[in-house]
């Protein structure tokens, strides 16, 4: 009998430790029957899940243009086989062709009542903030799990809508993202970053033309946030009546920063990665995925005033070196100090600044509609 494992849930020594044909599996949606998936393979000992794609594909409530999704999907695929995976497949719905070849296997859909809405987000959600939320799929050194950066931005964008719901409808989180620092550590996905920034534009011009008109991008990651500017930039000239924005993770405005200080316990360089920041947040949320026993921390990065290691990176200079130069492990930062306590304090946190986001998001729109409206400038014409 087969077992199957939840690739997000290993770090990234567990995913180098497997043998490299396994199969791995990145499945369109949820709910495909995993004996039916197993037999396609003659029944392994073992298969990998890798985390759903949650929409852009027909029937899952929100469609992209075919070759916006085959892009970003085969550049998943093609990370996996660069780690020496052989038997690595797209699981699709059976009448959905990606012109993927050989990288797609398809089973009949799920059952119905398994499905999403027939419209994601919902009609009755037109004029709120729609809260896209995106992770990644990377490793987060000895001790976290690779879904680290998704399940964080999940807890945090479902707990603005929850909080904030006559204001703001949260998509489910997208668990890929864009990471250049594969080489290093086993396991990191990468989207790409033109596939990735032509995804998004895709989906942005499909909720647009629905008739929504307010967007947050909420990163998880920080290898996303250069490419989800760009994404902003692109939309505001495309859409002209829209308000689409993003910030840098979370936790990075004056009051985020505030209750960083208040709590954390490491000096500078101890939050960056699968450090005191992040190892908090999910030892509250999922402290069964966590190993503190195996925790190292990193904090000897190669810093000088104008570039360094923190949550929020200091300094004025923009680089990207490779990781190896700073960290072993995959680690930037004290691990070591996280508490559960404070994880809880910080996803707080973080959500009463997206909270504040979001009303600046309406009010922007709503300010400058009010003022085209009145035919300020060339909008007379």
């Not at 199957?4 to 949606?29: M, V």
């Not at 923009?318 to 691990?335: I, K, Q």
Request: net charge negative; proline share 6%; with cysteine.
């Amino acid at each position: 009998m087969t077992t199957f494992f939840s690739y997000d849930q290993l770090t990234w020594p567990e995913i180098d430790a497997l043998p490299r044909d396994t199969p791995l599996i990145l499945p369109l949606g949820t709910g495909y029957p995993l004996d039916r998936l197993a037999s396609a393979f003659s029944n392994p000992e073992q298969m990998g899940l890798l985390p759903s794609f949650p929409f852009g594909f027909r029937g899952s409530g929100l469609r992209v243009a075919d070759s916006l999704l085959k892009n970003f999907l085969k550049n998943l695929l093609d990370c996996l086989r660069e780690e020496g995976f052989r038997k690595v497949f797209a699981l699709t719905p059976q009448g959905l062709d990606l012109d993927l070849g050989a990288d797609h296997l398809a089973l009949p859909y799920p059952q119905r009542e398994m499905l999403p809405p027939d419209a994601l987000p919902p009609e009755s959600e037109k004029g709120k903030v729609i809260l896209i939320p995106v992770g990644h799929t990377e490793q987060h050194a000895f001790h976290l799990p690779m879904s680290t950066d998704t399940l964080i931005i999940e807890a945090i964008a479902q707990g603005t809508a929850a909080t904030i719901y006559q204001m703001a409808y949260s998509m489910p989180v997208m668990p890929y993202g864009v990471s250049t620092h594969r080489q290093a550590f086993a396991g990191t996905l990468n989207a790409g970053g033109r596939a990735f920034e032509d995804f998004w534009l895709g989906v942005i011009e499909v909720l647009v033309a629905r008739g929504f008109n307010r967007f947050y991008l909420m990163s998880g990651h920080g290898g996303n946030s250069s490419f989800l500017v760009n994404v902003v930039k692109y939309a505001g000239e495309r859409h002209r009546r829209i308000f689409c924005a993003t910030a840098f993770l979370y936790l990075s405005g004056p009051e985020g920063v505030a209750a960083l200080e208040n709590y954390r316990r490491s000096k500078i360089g101890g939050m960056g990665h699968a450090c005191e920041l992040e190892t908090s947040l999910i030892l509250h949320l999922r402290p069964d995925l966590v190993h503190m026993e195996r925790a190292v921390d990193e904090t000897d990065f190669i810093a000088t005033p104008s570039y360094y290691m923190d949550w929020v990176e200091g300094g004025t200079l923009v680089a990207n070196p490779p990781w190896d130069d700073d960290t072993a492990t995959g680690a930037y930062g004290a691990g070591s100090l996280a508490t559960a306590d404070h994880g809880k304090l910080w996803l707080e946190a973080a959500i009463q600044e997206k909270v504040g986001h979001i009303h600046e998001i309406d009010e922007q729109h709503r300010r400058r509609e009010q003022k085209r409206s009145s035919g300020f400038g060339l909008w007379r014409k």
